[in-house]
């Protein structure tokens, strides 16, 4: 991608291109308007793979389909929120929510149970029927704020969700970024996270950090093509220097040893 950079700066991190299956970065619109999307995909779509239509806007806002369209023609993937899908269910309208997605265009769906007590043998055969049509994000943690989940657990849902047919699994923090893998504070359930990438693959697992302290902890932690997600709109320039070293918190992450000293 460094051709597309306005320097040939050396010492950058390589990052993957194209398709990416790493390095992915997920944007969350909560109801921007046609012509916002327009300008974000002119500034900004060479590093955007997904876009969530957060939670239920969707339903509400208005051109939904031309923005779904506009993004899909720049290459990005589009969904509604998974909140959305459990309203769907919540209503026994599953054939509903299939229909509503197909009809907006989307070619990725995303399936949750952070709102709603869903079983998880379900919940793997809702991913097993989407995963004929869609590009899966399954989503596991709940939304509500002091749930705890162990760690064994939100392993072996991972796993299975994987095994099921998504493309990758979500670990969750809502917009907030305080619940999940976070705690209230925003800081990172630390133990937590090292359990789940004692078991799976980082490359399958897209984190949501909405807080930039939140990105610049995964990318120190897991490197510049960590898959990132619940991602603000004005901030996918940001991100993208935090991933690349081209800012104050991530300066020196990538970096080689000689150059880490201090200059006079």
Known sequence: MSGNYNFNLSHLPERTTGSRTNGVTMVMDKGISLRQAEDMIS???????????????SIVSKNVK???????????????????????????????????????????????DGSIELDHDKKCEYITRLAKYFTVLSEVGSKEEGVIIHPARWIKMMQSELEAGA???IAEAR??????????????????????????????????????SQQVYFL???G???NVGNIGVDDVIPLETLRLGLRGD???TFLPEEMKQEIK
Request: proline fraction near 1%.
């Open 43 to 57: 500034s900004s779509s060479d590093y955007i793979d997904f876009i969530k239509l957060g939670f239920g806007t």
């Open 66 to 112: 031309e923005k779904v369209a506009l993004y899909k023609k720049a290459g990005i993937k589009v969904y509604v929120g998974g909140t959305l899908m459990e309203a769907f269910l919540v209503r026994n309208k599953f054939d509903d929510y299939i229909k509503y997605i197909t009809d907006l265009g989307c070619d990725a769906a995303e399936v949750s």
């Open 167 to 169: 493309f990758k699994v």
């Open 175 to 212: 917009e907030s970024g305080t619940v999940g893998i976070f705690h209230k504070n925003g800081s990172a359930h630390t133990m937590l996270i090292s359990r789940i990438v004692n078991k799976v693959k980082i490359e399958n697992i897209i984190w949501e950090t909405p807080q930039k």
């Open 220 to 222: 120190k932690l897991f």
């Open 224 to 226: 510049a093509n960590v």
């Open 250 to 252: 991530t300066f020196f």
